[in-house]
Every structure is written in structure tokens, then in C-alpha cells.
């Protein structure tokens, strides 16, 4: 099982291994003074023959400590605050292991992803410690506790969402992963902390604490009847257009209609998913291409999770083909999937 905060991946649970040495660094003439990060200590780091430091480091925070001990002491989940939503991460994992409600429904996206982008991960956001801890506490069966629910095809994997080991350590399991059996379940809790930039002033930090893991599938719910929305921002790109992108206005227009189908459902855009909504106005106001995103919200009026399918333009031939895929999968299932 492996975590990461911000950029910087680290494997969780290894106790030994985790020793560096780091070259002094200074400032002008005199080198800066490294010291011991645990509270009750302070102690200078220890240098070696060749003037490294030798440090210890906390594999959530990557806090600098003289020893062991220290860093043993520090991380006690009372005092590291991302240890304790490191925990938190494994928690979430543990219970949809066991919980059969979430990992059936689960398990429906994960089909549903897989027929619509192929191979990928199921990516269970929380933003913030409180909401994975109330998904804990009450479950599925409080759409607002569930977390943002996405389908991330392997291909759109990127390292810098969660660092380049455990990036290589998913796209492995996304690699090795039986579709007919399992699925690979990411969870990533949102933390927020303020901070001081080198220049003195304050700043709002968001790293993203990531674990992954295999689960295995469970059988669609009876009463299953996943609706999918595909949304593309831009009309159709068609064969006369010389793969030039539309025009400004028409791209903000497909903005409008994309808020306005999801506000019909009670899905708040940019509010629920700034990430996604952050990459749609890069599209419309400098025409920047993204790849598709395969999100599953809740629908307001129905109570029930729906795929939603958004990209920047689809051209007709890559409807025809989901389209296709969907007639062929969906003649037992019965799904209902709208453009």
C-alpha cells in the first residue's frame, strides 16, 4: 500500500530504510544550522566525515529528525497531522473493503468506467479529514459524505497528482489488475494548512494524502440503472475544419451547457469540482485541451450516482464508437445514456 503528500511518494509502513544524506546547504559564508524538528529536542543534525547531514525523516511530512527515536516520537498520529490523515486513508480503504453496499456501488463504476475509457482507477477524493471521517462514521447511504467519485483511464494517470513512485506503483496495478474480478481503488484526502512563503507573507497550502489498493469486485445491484451523461464542452469538431478549435464564444457557450445540465441534476461545477472546472475555462479562454474526465455525482432529485462524461470536443466518430460500446454492453443491463 503506498501514500503520497504533495509531490513526494513514499511507501507507508516501512520502518527502516529511510536514513539520508543531504549536502549542508548555506547562505553566503556560513552554513545554515539543520536542526532536530521534534519539539523536546532541537538538536543539531548530525554531519558526516564529509560534511553531509545525516537526517531521519518522516515518510508523510518529510520532517527532519536527528534519530529514530525522534522521528518515532513525532510520529505518534497526536502529533503528525498527516500521519493521522495517512491513517485515516488506510481507514477508508478498510471499511469499503468490508462495507459489500460501498464496494457494490463501487464496483458499478468501475464497469461503467472501464466499458466507457478502458483500464484505469477509481479516484475517491475527500476534501478535508472531517468528510472522510463522516464517510466513516455514516457510510454510503449520505450522498454528501461519499466523496467525489471519479474514473481515471491509465493513460491519463499523471505523476505529479501523486508523486512518480506511487504514480509507477498504480499504473502497475492498473496494468496487472483482472477487469473481470477486481478494481483498483485510489482514496485521496484533501489537506489544507496555512503557511509562510520565504518572502514573510501567508499562503494557503493543499497537498493531497494518496493511498491505492486492489479490491475485489461485487455484483451489480439489482435495482442498478447507471445513467450516463456524456458532455462535450465544444460542438463536434467536423471533418471541414481542419482540426482548428471553435471559436471563443461558442467554447463558453459549451461551458453554460455543461453547468446548466449538471446544476439540472443538483451538481454544483465549480464548487464541487474545482479541479475540473479550473481545466474547462482553460479550454474556453486559451484553448487548452484536456483529457476526458469520467466523474460519478449524485443526482438531487433521484438520490441516485450517475456517470458523467465531460470532454473538451468529441468528434463524431469518438460517439459512435462510446455509443457503440454502449449498445453492445447495454442490452442486458438496460442502461440509459444521453449526449
Known sequence: MFATVGACPVAVGG??????????????????????????????????GVGKIRVHTCPTCYGYFCSRACRNRHRDAKRCALTRISNLCQEVLQKIRHDQVSRQHLSVCAQRGLLSRGRGVIRLVFQGAQRAAQFLERGWCVA???????????DDLQPHDM???VYSRVRSLCDEY???????????????????????AGAISREMVVKAVKLRLSGPLPEDDVQTLILPVASPVTAGSNGLLPPQKQRLQGL?????????????????????????????DAGELFSPVC????DARTGQVFMCVVLPLADQELLDRMAGTRSAASVKAKKRWMF
Open 256 to 284: 453554460r451547457h455543461v453547468v446548466r445540465q449538471l446544476e439540472m441534476r443538483g451538481v454544483d461545477l465549480s464548487g464541487g469540482y474545482p479541479e475540473l472546472y479550473a481545466k474547462i475555462r482553460a479550454f474556453v
Open 15 to 48: 520502518g527502516g530504510g529511510d536514513k539520508a544524506e543531504a549536502a549542508a546547504p548555506a547562505t553566503g559564508s556560513s552554513p545554515a544550522l539543520l536542526r532536530c524538528q521534534w519539539n523536546d529536542c532541537h538538536k543539531p543534525l548530525p554531519k558526516t
Open 178 to 200: 483482472d477487469p473481470e474480478r477486481k478494481f483498483v481503488l485510489l482514496v485521496a484526502v484533501c489537506v489544507t494548512q496555512e503557511v509562510v512563503t520565504p518572502a514573510g
Open 144 to 154: 454528501g459524505e461519499r466523496g467525489q467519485m471519479f474514473y481515471v483511464a491509465r
Open 163 to 165: 508523486g512518480a513512485r
Open 295 to 298: 466523474m460519478f455525482p449524485t
